[in-house]
Structures are given as structure tokens and as C-alpha cells.
């Protein structure tokens, strides 16, 4: 199974990650600033609740694929590595637009809250390439279970995701009105995601273990 160091590894990278906004971040505080806190948490808690979905479908496609065709975890790695090097461009070019400009969301009753925030994350295919991509530079099919160390990371990346997005959600109005005047923050996160991205994609490109066949 994953060792502690490994953990803390992608703790940290989990972190650096969700620090940078995408459309969940930005829909949780969208719907904070226009319906409330409640509205928010209850938002944020169906985003979570996507993710969950998505570190299943994951963790068994990972699993299935491995088992079929041990040697294309290689393939599977590769893929992943070309996509966060995609994904590191797409934080650092200089054309982005500011990611906590809101939106203008209209009032909803609470299972329509919880049913957009799920939705919001189970229909964004880069959540689940993220994760396809992503985890197989923790994964170590020679230790165990792929499924269970998929579900591992998943519980470590959504517990993470949570509590800053709860923060963020929590504090909206305030974190929303110092963040988008500050530019010097703005760019420095995105230069921050980009290298993370770029870091984990050449770890994952030159990685050389080996898979159980």
C-alpha cells in the first residue's frame, strides 16, 4: 500500500491544486455570493459528493485496465503525463480570464443546490482525466490493490478539496474582493499550478517502476 511520505506527497500536491480555482471553486462561490453561506455548503457538499463518483469510476477503470492488459499502465501513464503538461499551459497562458469573477446565478431551493453541484462536477470531463491522469504517478500495482490505493488518494484529495473550498465558501464575499484587486496573486497562482503540473507531468514520463503482470 502507499507509504506516509507518499501521502504527504500528494497531500501537498492536492493542495497546490485546488488553491488554483476551476468551475466547482468557482460556482461554489458564485452561488455563496448571490443565495447565501447555506446555499454555498450545500452546493459544495453535491460537488463533493461528484467527486466521490469520480474517484469510483477511477479507481475501477484503473483496476479493470490493469488487469486486463498489464503493460498498459505504461500507456495509461504517458497519456496522463501529456495531458497535465496541457493542463500546465492552460494555467500559465496569458490570455486567462480572472477565476473569481462570479456569476450571476438565480435563487434555488436546496436539492436543486445539491443536485447543481453534483452536476457541476460529474458532467466536467477534465475532473476525470485529471484523476486518470493523475493518479497513476502515486499508484504501485506491485503493493497491493489498485482500487483501494485509488480509493486511498481519492478520500485524501476530497477531504482536502473540502475544507479549502469550505473556507473559500465560508469567507467568500471577503476572499472574493481582495483576491480579484490583487493581480501579483493571481498570476503567481497560476505560475504555481502550471510548475506543479509540469513537475508531477515529467515525474510521471520518466517514472521507470515496474507493474505486476
Known amino acids: 500500500m502507499l507509504s506516509l511520505p507518499e501521502l504527504a506527497w500528494f497531500a501537498l500536491a492536492a493542495l497546490l491544486l485546488v488553491l ?3 468551475p466547482n471553486m468557482i460556482y461554489c462561490v458564485s452561488r455563496t455570493l448571490c443565495q447565501g453561506r447555506a446555499a454555498g455548503v450545500l452546493s459544495l457538499a453535491g460537488v463533493l459528493v461528484g ?3 469520480h474517484v469510483l469510476a477511477a479507481a475501477l477503470g484503473l483496476t479493470a ?3 486486463a492488459v498489464p503493460y ?3 500507456a495509461v501513464r504517458l497519456v496522463g503525463a501529456a495531458y ?3 493542463l500546465a499551459w492552460q494555467a500559465v497562458k496569458p490570455d486567462g480570464q480572472a477565476p473569481f469573477a462570479a456569476r450571476s446565478l438565480p435563487h434555488d431551493p436546496p436539492a436543486r443546490l445539491f443536485r447543481m453541484g453534483f452536476l457541476t462536477n460529474v458532467l466536467n470531463p477534465k475532473v476525470a482525466m485529471f484523476y486518470l491522469s493523475f493518479f497513476p504517478q502515486f499508484l504501485h ?3 497491493g490493490s489498485v482500487f483501494l490505493q485509488s480509493a486511498a488518494l481519492g478520500a485524501v484529495q476530497i477531504t482536502i478539496s473540502g475544507l479549502v473550498n469550505l473556507m473559500l ?3 467568500a464575499a471577503s476572499v472574493t474582493a481582495v483576491l480579484s484587486r490583487s493581480e501579483g496573486w493571481l498570476r503567481a497562482q497560476r505560475y504555481v499550478m502550471g510548475s506543479v503540473l509540469a513537475l508531477i507531468a515529467v515525474k510521471i514520463a520518466t517514472d521507470t517502476r515496474k507493474t505486476a503482470g
Open 20 to 22: 488554483t480555482p476551476g
Open 84 to 86: 497535465l503538461l496541457w
Open 72 to 74: 498498459a499502465f505504461d
Open 141 to 143: 500495482p506491485d503493493r
Open 51 to 53: 467527486f466521490v463518483f
Open 169 to 171: 465558501v465560508l469567507g
Open 65 to 67: 485496465l490493469l488487469a
